[in-house]
Structure formats: structure tokens, C-alpha cells
């Protein structure tokens, strides 16, 4: 269990200076600068484009021209599935878990937040809380049938730009029942829709709801859901999605936080700032120039590990993906 209570009571911090946090995902990358007292001052959400060094060195550019005159980074806290390589680029204080992060961000802004849903670009959590500690979670396994990457396809397969996606659907009038379990039979039914001469609305009302019912069925796995109820990341931006939850838990209050898609990078911001307290940060300072990962195997035991390396202009600086500290060390 991870208790959350004393960070998000503390009245105060410690050092004098800004706390930086970054959550990078499969799909999207998301920094959010927090001042002394806590309050988000500056927050981003990019897409990597595959590219997540590169996105890294851009979020950072756009970070340094954010921060006022004569202020600093004092701490540094990175999450997501990208978190050891957003630590090594930046040098993190912090490197924690999604479930974590994302616990401690929300808890930040609603302490009475009981349950939160979170439903990115290729995954999809659960995280249950119970007193300011995280009791539960789950997250999807291998379908992306209840992501944002679902609604994305079928999105593009029907011309329909995502950021409209939601408010087309809600002007559905009969929403269609399409099959959620399987991104592949929620496809073949919505060209079969589509080809029997089915309103678009329609559709996209099916997949919206389709979504919700495999999330609720695959990633909440049958199991209570208490209010209130957090709803965030990039497809909470969705208004319609966020209808088809409302309808599908009647009774509960399902809220999406001021900063949706931040909760988890100011998780780790919090995280971080509790981690240096008065002491030093280790965050390496703005890095400009190429950068590039290259891979190799560990040579010190059988174990052989698969190393990580980011690599600058002046050669390597940071490795990571070992058991031990031998094949991270530089």
C-alpha cells in the first residue's frame, strides 16, 4: 500500500525554487512545472512521434523559456513508461511508478478522490483509494481496444478529427451496439454500419460506448468503483466518453482534474520535491545538441542485461537497464 497523506497535507516546501515533472508515454509526453507552494504554473501535452528524446529536448526548451527571471529547478520527478530514459536525459531526483504518480497528483488536487480512471494513448488504469493510500489497481494487458489508440483508429477510418470525435457522437440520436471486447470485431462492425447506411453519430456513439464497456469489463474487472471518481488522461478530453461513464455508474460524481492529462508529472513533481527536501537536486541542467539510444549487453555475469545508453555529443551520459550498477555505470 502507498500511503499518500503526508504529501498531499504538507503546508510548505523546503528549498526556494520550482519543482519540474514529466510523464512520458508510449504516445504522448507531458511536463508540468510546480511553484514553492505547490500550484502548477506551467503545464504541456505533446505527442513524441515516435521520437522521445527528441520530444524530451523540446518539452525541456519549452520548460527553460516558461521559468521566471532568476529562478531554478529545485527537483525533478519523472513517470510513465519512458520514466528511466526522461530521468537519464533530465537527472531525475525521482523516477516513480504510473499508479504512484498518478495517485499522488490527483490526491493533490481532491484528497476525497476515491477511485481514479485513467485511459491514455495505448493504456488504460484503474487505481482504488482508500484514507490517502492507493489500495487496489489494475491496468490493461495486450488489447488496445480501450484506449485512446482505439478511438484514434476508427477516428481516421471515419474522417473524423479526434479532437471532434466527441462532440460529433454526442449529437447521436440511436447509438449502435458495437462489439468492445476486441478492436478488430469493433471494426468489422463499424463498416458493417457503415455500409448499411448507419448516421456516423451513430457509430461513434457505439464506440464511445463500447470503450467504457470494455474498460469497466477488462480493466476494472467487475469490481466496485466508489465515488467521487477522477476521470483523466488524453481521453478525458472526450466529452462523450466521459457520458458514457456517467452512464454507465449512475449515482457516482465523476470530475476530470483541472490538469487531465498532467496528474501523473505532477505526481512526480510532488514526489521529487518531498525526495530532496533541503538538499541538492541531481537535475543535470538544460541539454542541448543531438542525442540518440544505443543498446548493448552487460558483459559481467550471465545475466547478461540489455543496457540502455543515452548518448550526447560528448559520448555517453546515462545508462540504465541492469540488475546491478556495474553495466549502468558510465
Same mark, same amino acid.
Given at each position: 500500500?502507498?500511503?499518500?497523506?503526508e504529501?498531499?497535507?504538507?503546508?510548505?516546501?523546503?528549498?526556494?525554487?520550482?519543482?519540474?515533472?514529466?510523464?512520458?508515454?508510449?504516445?504522448?509526453?507531458?511536463?508540468?512545472?510546480?511553484?514553492?507552494?505547490?500550484?502548477?504554473?506551467?503545464?504541456?501535452?505533446?505527442?513524441?512521434?515516435?521520437?522521445?528524446? !527528441?520530444?524530451?529536448?523540446?518539452?525541456?526548451?519549452?520548460?527553460?523559456?516558461?521559468?521566471?527571471?532568476?529562478?531554478?529547478?529545485?527537483?525533478?520527478?519523472?513517470?510513465?513508461?519512458?520514466?528511466?530514459?526522461?530521468?537519464?536525459?533530465?537527472?531525475?531526483?525521482?523516477?516513480?511508478?504510473?499508479?504512484?504518480?498518478?495517485?499522488?497528483?490527483?490526491?493533490?488536487?481532491?484528497?476525497?478522490?476515491a477511485?481514479?480512471?485513467?485511459?491514455?494513448?495505448?493504456?488504460?488504469?484503474?487505481?482504488?483509494?482508500?484514507?490517502?493510500?492507493?489500495?487496489d489497481?489494475?491496468?490493461?494487458?495486450?488489447?488496445?481496444?480501450?484506449?485512446?489508440?482505439?478511438?484514434?483508429?476508427?477516428?481516421?477510418?471515419?474522417?473524423?478529427?479526434?479532437?471532434?470525435?466527441?462532440?460529433?457522437?454526442?449529437?447521436?440520436?440511436?447509438?449502435?451496439?458495437?462489439?468492445?471486447?476486441?478492436?478488430?470485431?469493433?471494426?468489422?462492425?463499424?463498416? !458493417?454500419?457503415?455500409?448499411?447506411?448507419?448516421?456516423?453519430?451513430?457509430?461513434?456513439?457505439g464506440?464511445?460506448?463500447?470503450?467504457?464497456?470494455?474498460?469497466?469489463?477488462?480493466?476494472?474487472?467487475?469490481?466496485?468503483?466508489?465515488?467521487?471518481?477522477?476521470?483523466?488522461?488524453?481521453?478525458?478530453?472526450?466529452?462523450?466518453?466521459?457520458?458514457?461513464?456517467?452512464?454507465?455508474?449512475?449515482?457516482?460524481?465523476?470530475?476530470?482534474?483541472?490538469h487531465?492529462?498532467?496528474?501523473?508529472?505532477?505526481?512526480?513533481?510532488?514526489?521529487?520535491?518531498?525526495?530532496?527536501?533541503?538538499?541538492?537536486t541531481?537535475?543535470?541542467?538544460?541539454? *542541448?545538441?543531438?542525442?540518440r539510444?544505443?543498446?548493448?549487453?552487460?558483459?559481467?555475469?550471465?545475466?547478461q542485461?540489455?543496457?540502455?545508453?543515452?548518448?550526447? *555529443?560528448?559520448?555517453?551520459?546515462?545508462?540504465?537497464?541492469?540488475?546491478?550498477?556495474?553495466?549502468?555505470?558510465?
Open positions: 500500500m502507498i500511503d499518500t497523506t504529501l498531499t497535507e504538507r503546508p510548505k516546501w523546503g528549498p526556494p525554487s520550482w519543482s519540474l515533472g514529466v510523464d512520458i508515454g508510449s504516445v504522448t509526453i507531458k511536463f508540468v512545472l510546480l511553484d514553492e507552494g505547490g500550484k502548477v504554473q506551467y503545464d504541456s501535452y505533446a505527442r513524441t512521434e515516435g521520437s522521445p528524446v !527528441h520530444a524530451l529536448a523540446a518539452g525541456s526548451r519549452q520548460v527553460r523559456e516558461q521559468l521566471p527571471k532568476g529562478s531554478e529547478i529545485g527537483a525533478v520527478g519523472t513517470t510513465g513508461s519512458g520514466r528511466f530514459l526522461a530521468g537519464a536525459f533530465l537527472g531525475a531526483d525521482v523516477v516513480k511508478n504510473e499508479i504512484t504518480a498518478h495517485a499522488v497528483g490527483t490526491l493533490h488536487w481532491r484528497p476525497d478522490i477511485t481514479i480512471i485513467e485511459i491514455g494513448g495505448q493504456d488504460s488504469k484503474i487505481v482504488h483509494l482508500r484514507d490517502g493510500m492507493v489500495r489497481f489494475a491496468m490493461n494487458t495486450v488489447c488496445a481496444a480501450g484506449t485512446g489508440a482505439f478511438l484514434d483508429q476508427q477516428a481516421f477510418r471515419l474522417s473524423i478529427p479526434i479532437d471532434e470525435f466527441g462532440p460529433f457522437a454526442l449529437t447521436a440520436a440511436s447509438p449502435l451496439r458495437i462489439a468492445g471486447r476486441c478492436s478488430v470485431f469493433a471494426e468489422s462492425d463499424m463498416i !458493417h454500419y457503415q455500409q448499411t447506411g448507419h448516421e456516423k453519430a451513430d457509430i461513434c456513439m464506440l464511445c460506448q463500447a470503450l467504457v464497456r470494455n474498460y469497466l469489463n477488462n480493466v476494472a474487472r467487475g469490481k466496485a468503483i466508489r465515488g467521487p471518481v477522477s476521470f483523466q488522461g488524453g481521453v478525458a478530453f472526450n466529452r462523450a466518453i466521459l457520458k458514457c461513464f456517467q452512464d454507465a455508474l449512475p449515482g457516482r460524481e465523476i470530475v476530470t482534474p483541472p487531465s492529462t498532467g496528474c501523473g508529472a505532477i505526481g512526480a513533481a510532488l514526489l521529487a520535491r518531498e525526495a530532496v527536501g533541503e538538499g541538492r541531481k537535475f543535470r541542467g538544460w541539454q *542541448e545538441g543531438d542525442f539510444i544505443s543498446q548493448s549487453t552487460c558483459p559481467h555475469c550471465g545475466n542485461c540489455k543496457i540502455c545508453s543515452l548518448n550526447g *555529443e560528448q559520448g555517453a551520459l546515462a545508462r540504465w537497464g541492469g540488475r546491478c550498477d556495474r553495466g549502468n555505470a558510465l
